[in-house]
């Protein structure tokens, strides 16, 4: 079993970077995908990104591709997700996910974290 906590979220200002850390307990974290979603008021949860188990491959959703990166410390039981040049519509709560497979579809995903709430101001 695996138990997601994630942190890192504030206010910041559109344009501002951003790191939010996903830390995980239990044994089978280093053989899991890590997945980060994220929901805004009224909006579906959205795919944000994904990393594999020993973090050669990423995948992004096309609304954050070339801004925010994802990165894992398995040594650590950490995964990070870097976001730069925050827009407004960034504004959600965010949420790590593991699961074993890297993709997109969120029934993948066995364990959830709590989410932290980003929000950018413009």
């Known amino acids: 079993q695996v138990q997601l906590v994630e942190s890192g979220g504030g206010l910041v200002q559109a344009g501002d970077s951003l790191r939010l850390s996903c830390a995980a307990s239990?044994?089978?974290?280093?053989?899991?995908?890590v997945g980060w979603f994220r929901q805004a008021p009224g909006q579906e949860r959205e795919f944000v990104g994904t990393i594999s188990r020993n973090g050669a491959n990423t995948y992004y959703g096309d609304s954050v591709k070339g801004r925010f990166t994802i990165s894992r410390d398995n040594a650590k039981n950490t995964v990070y997700l870097q976001m730069n040049s925050l827009k407004s519509e960034d504004t959600a709560v965010y949420y790590c996910?593991?699961?074993?497979?890297?993709?997109?579809?969120?029934?993948?995903?066995?364990?959830w974290g709590q989410g932290t709430q980003v929000t950018v101001s413009s």
């Open positions: 239990g044994r089978t974290f280093s053989t899991s995908a």
């Open positions: 996910a593991a699961g074993p497979l890297a993709v997109r579809s969120s029934r993948n995903y066995n364990y």
